[in-house]
C-alpha cells in the first residue's frame, strides 16, 4: 500500500511563488506521479506528471511554463515548484500515483487513471 502526503500549500499574492512537496511510502518503484487540483465547485483537473526516471514530464497548457514537476527516488518525494501564480491556481493540489502497469498516454489526464492520493493542500492566490 502506498500512502501520499502533501504539505507546503498556503497563502500567496499573485505573482508570488509555492513550491509543493508530495511524500510518498510504501514501494513506488516504477511509478509515475502526477499532481492534479481541484477549486471549488469544479472537477479535479490535470496539472504536471512525471515519470520514474524523472526524464519524462508533462504540463497542463494552463501551468506550462509556469509549474515545474521534479521527484527525488532516493527520498522519496515528488515537488512542484509554482511560480508566477495566478488567482485562478486558486485550488485543493493533489499527488497522485500511477503504479505499473502505467496508463497509456490518452488517460493519464484522467483523475480516475491513478491508483493512489493524498489528502490534499490548499494553495490560495489572492489578486
Known amino acids: 500500500q502506498v500512502q501520499l502526503v502533501e504539505s507546503g500549500g498556503g497563502l500567496v499574492q499573485a505573482g508570488g511563488s509555492l513550491s509543493l512537496s508530495c511524500a510518498a511510502s510504501g514501494r513506488t518503484s516504477g511509478y509515475a506521479m502526477a499532481w492534479f487540483r481541484q477549486a471549488p465547485g469544479k472537477e479535479r483537473e490535470f496539472v504536471a506528471r512525471?515519470?520514474?526516471?524523472?526524464?519524462?514530464?508533462s504540463y497542463a497548457d494552463y501551468v506550462k511554463g509556469r509549474f515545474t514537476i521534479s521527484r527525488d527516488n532516493a527520498k522519496n518525494t515528488v515537488d512542484l515548484q509554482m511560480n508566477s501564480l495566478k488567482p485562478e491556481d486558486t485550488a485543493v493540489y493533489y499527488c497522485?500515483?500511477?503504479?505499473?502497469?502505467?496508463?497509456?498516454?490518452?488517460?493519464?489526464?484522467?483523475?480516475?487513471?491513478?491508483?493512489?492520493w493524498g489528502q490534499g493542500t490548499q494553495v490560495t492566490v489572492s489578486s
Open positions: 512525471i515519470n520514474w526516471s524523472g526524464g519524462s514530464t
Open positions: 497522485a500515483a500511477d503504479r505499473p502497469p502505467l496508463a497509456p498516454p490518452q488517460a493519464r489526464l484522467r483523475p480516475n487513471t491513478y491508483n493512489y
